[in-house]
């Protein structure tokens, strides 16, 4: 598959064991904080995503957790499984002019799942 | 299937002889952007286009060019590739106004030698 990164923070997890993926984000102003995943050889896939007024969203194993004051965003998988081994990006997005109409992303974590 | 395609997935081809890389979705979405990937760089956003014959410059859009003449259809198009645009080559849909939640396509792999 493709390398889509070849410096990468890299986090061991033993199947069955809950992930915690971390990121720091820099633009108070975003108004979505975004998680992606991408496996190998594939384009990013949506996640979850988390409003700024909010500070924790859960979704089916995944719950994502925004703390402003410190910026900072994680993702935390519950029972880790093989299909989760990929990197994993987190993204903000602004609802208001062109920012808007993009997304920022940062610079990724790869999971790696043993058995 | 509802998808975003994209070729090729790979090329490689030399300094300044001009290339295009099609990307096509089926869902109907208004908004197309395409990125580039590279190690230690994540994604960077080229171009977007938030319609047809709406286009607008992203992060880093030096090199390229875009056109959307159909909803479907947004090629990227490199004029003249320089070795420095050797990157894995993404383009992604949306409906309008969720440009957080993108469908991206299988990548494109373009070597300039």
């Known amino acids: 598959g493709e390398s889509v990164g070849l410096h990468l923070p890299t986090l061991s997890v033993q199947e069955g064991d809950n992930s915690i993926i971390n990121c720091a984000y820099s633009n108070s102003a975003s108004d979505y904080f975004i998680w992606y995943k991408q496996e190998s050889g594939k384009g990013p896939q949506f996640i979850i995503d988390i409003r700024s007024n909010m500070d924790k969203r859960q979704g089916q194993r995944v719950t994502v957790l925004l703390n402003k004051t410190v910026k900072h965003l994680s993702l935390q998988i519950a029972a880790t499984q093989p299909g989760d081994s990929a990197v994993y990006f987190c993204a903000e997005n602004m609802l208001s002019g062109a920012a808007g109409n993009k997304l920022t992303f940062g610079g990724g974590t790869r999971v790696l799942v043993k058995p | 299937e509802a998808q975003v395609t994209q070729n090729p997935r790979y090329l490689i081809t030399v300094t300044g002889k001009k290339l295009t890389v099609t990307c096509s979705q089926n869902m109907n979405h208004e908004y197309m952007s395409w990125y580039r990937q590279d190690p230690g760089l994540g994604l960077r956003q080229i171009y977007y286009?938030?319609?047809?014959?709406?286009?607008d410059k992203g992060d880093v859009p030096e090199g390229y060019k875009v056109s959307r003449k159909e909803k479907r259809n947004f090629p990227l198009i490199l004029e003249s590739p320089s070795p420095n645009q050797t990157s894995l080559y993404f383009c992604a849909s949306t409906p309008s106004g969720r440009a957080r939640e993108q469908y991206f396509g299988p990548g494109t792999r373009l070597t300039v030698t």
């Open positions: 286009s938030m319609n047809v014959e709406v286009t």
